[in-house]
T-cell receptor, first 115, second 110 residues
C-alpha cells in the first residue's frame, strides 16, 4: 500500500534537547511538507520541499530544520531554539510541486510533548 | 494570508444540512477542502480552481466565488460520518503559497 508514514506517533522531549521527526512516503511524490497544528489554529506551514536537495521556509520555520537527501524522506528536526514545540506535527506530500492545484496526502502525525 | 472560516463550530442532527464558508483577503487561484477526524490526519475532499466548475464529493459539494474570494462547502443530509473538523486551504498563485484556515468543527448527532 502506498502512503506516508510518520514516526514516532508520540514523542516526549526534555527542554533543551533537539529531536528529529521522521516522514517517509512511497507515493513517488515530488513535493513534501511539514505542518504544525495547535488547538484552534489550523495547520501552519513549517517547511516545504519541491525536489531533492531543495527546501523553502514556511511561515513558522524558526527553531526548525529539515533535509531532503532522498525523494521519499523529509525529516524535521525540532531544535532547542523552538520556544514552544509542544504540538501535533503533520507531514504531507503532493504529486507535483504546485500545491495550489495538487491534492496533499497526509501522514498520521507525531504528537510532540516537551516536559 | 490565512483564510477565515465560519462558523467556528456547528452541531447538526442527522439529515440536516450545513454550510461552511471560507474567505480570503487575497485574490485566489484555488481552494481546497479537507476533513480531519479527531486525532487523525486530514483527508482531501476536493479542489476548486479559478474558472472551474462546482465540485462534489458524495453528498458534499462546494462552490468558489472568485470575485468575492470566497468558497462555501455544502453538506446535504448530513450523516454521522460527516463529523470532524473541516479546513479550507487557499492558494493565491500557482506556486506553493498555500494557507489553511482555522477550521470548522462539525458534529452530527443522531
Amino acid at each position: 500500500d502506498g502512503g506516508i508514514t510518520q514516526s514516532p506517533k508520540y514523542l516526549f522531549r526534555k527542554e533543551g534537547q533537539n529531536v528529529t521527526l521522521s516522514c517517509e512516503q512511497n507515493l513517488n511524490h515530488d513535493a513534501m511538507y511539514w505542518y504544525r497544528q495547535d488547538p484552534g489554529q489550523g495547520l501552519r506551514l513549517i517547511y516545504y520541499s519541491q525536489i531533492v536537495n531543495d527546501f523553502q521556509k514556511g511561515d513558522i520555520a524558526e527553531g526548525y530544520s529539515v533535509s531532503r537527501e532522498k525523494k521519499e524522506s523529509f525529516p524535521l528536526t525540532v531544535t532547542s531554539a523552538q520556544k514552544n514545540p509542544t504540538a501535533f506535527y503533520l507531514c504531507a506530500s503532493s504529486i507535483g510541486a504546485g500545491s495550489a492545484y495538487n491534492e496533499q496526502f497526509f501522514g498520521p502525525g507525531t504528537r510532540l510533548t516537551v516536559l | 494570508q490565512q483564510p477565515v472560516q465560519s462558523p467556528q463550530a456547528v452541531i447538526l442532527r442527522e439529515g440536516e444540512d450545513a454550510v461552511i464558508n471560507c474567505s480570503s483577503s487575497k485574490a485566489l487561484y484555488s481552494v481546497h477542502w479537507y476533513r480531519q477526524k479527531h486525532g487523525e490526519a486530514p483527508v482531501f475532499l476536493m479542489i476548486l480552481l479559478k474558472g472551474g466548475e462546482q465540485m462534489r464529493h458524495e453528498k458534499i459539494s462546494a462552490s468558489f466565488n472568485e470575485k468575492k474570494q470566497q468558497s462555501s462547502l455544502y453538506l446535504t443530509a448530513s450523516q454521522l460520518s460527516y463529523s470532524g473538523t473541516y479546513f479550507c486551504g487557499t492558494a493565491t498563485n500557482t506556486g506553493n503559497q498555500f494557507y489553511f484556515g482555522t477550521g470548522t468543527s462539525l458534529t452530527v448527532i443522531p
